[in-house]
């Protein structure tokens, strides 16, 4: 395992060990861990750990640890600064990763693949109306809330909400956070 996979063995005891079925609380728990830093790519696991732990627990499943070994093996393939360098959010990215994988999904397979095309479009869309970019917490909370009614319909899982809306604990070391114009703002 490579110094990446390392810096996520904190991340996985977490989902391993969680009975959770809303992924927005887990993603929660898991962003306000001592280990988790308030931005980069650990985000683009941590969206779709927190997606596949809870249908996992949905399920009633117990294939969650191939299931994060091949998350934290795709998502360590999307470096920070995706979003600005790709075009892509990592956070809706790990969304796509975390479908693909619960829908068992592979390069010349038809089944699924549109799906997860549409799904992260729609996420990216809600990401980029949110206005602006360096805030992986505020984009991985819009990624997971806007995934949960795809993974509901697509793999016949109910998932519970959040059950409540967070505030930002890291927008004094954001230097381009939105402050009042982002919804997870802590003095909003």
């Known amino acids: 395992m490579d110094g990446q996979q390392d810096a996520y063995a904190w991340a996985t005891r977490i989902c391993e060990k969680s009975d959770a079925l809303s ?8 962003m306000a861990a001592p280990e988790c830093d308030a931005f980069g ?6 969206v779709g750990a927190a997606l596949v732990t809870c249908v996992r627990n949905a399920r ?16 360590g393939a999307v470096p920070g600064a995706a979003c600005a ?5 990592g956070a809706a990215a790990s969304c796509g990763m975390a479908l ?4 068992e999904n592979a390069p010349l397979r038809a089944e699924g693949w549109s799906e997860c095309q549409l799904m992260v479009s729609d996420l990216l869309r809600a990401i980029a109306e949110a206005g602006a970019p360096r805030c992986c917490k505020r984009d991985a909370r819009l990624a997971v809330r806007s ?10 899982v109910e998932l519970a909400p959040a059950a409540s ?9 954001n230097s381009a956070c939105l ?9 909003a």
């Open 23 to 30: 992924p927005a609380d887990l993603l929660e728990e898991l």
């Open 41 to 46: 790519p650990v985000h683009h696991y941590l």
């Open 60 to 75: 009633g499943e117990d294939d969650l640890p191939a299931q994060l070994a091949e998350l934290r093996a795709r998502s």
């Open 85 to 89: 360098r790709w075009g892509v959010c």
């Open 100 to 103: 693909a994988i619960l829908l």
């Open 147 to 156: 995934a949960v009614p795809w993974f509901e319909r697509l793999l016949g």
């Open 165 to 173: 809306e967070p505030r930002c604990a890291v927008s004094g070391r």
């Open 179 to 187: 402050a009042g114009a982002c919804p997870y703002f802590a003095c």
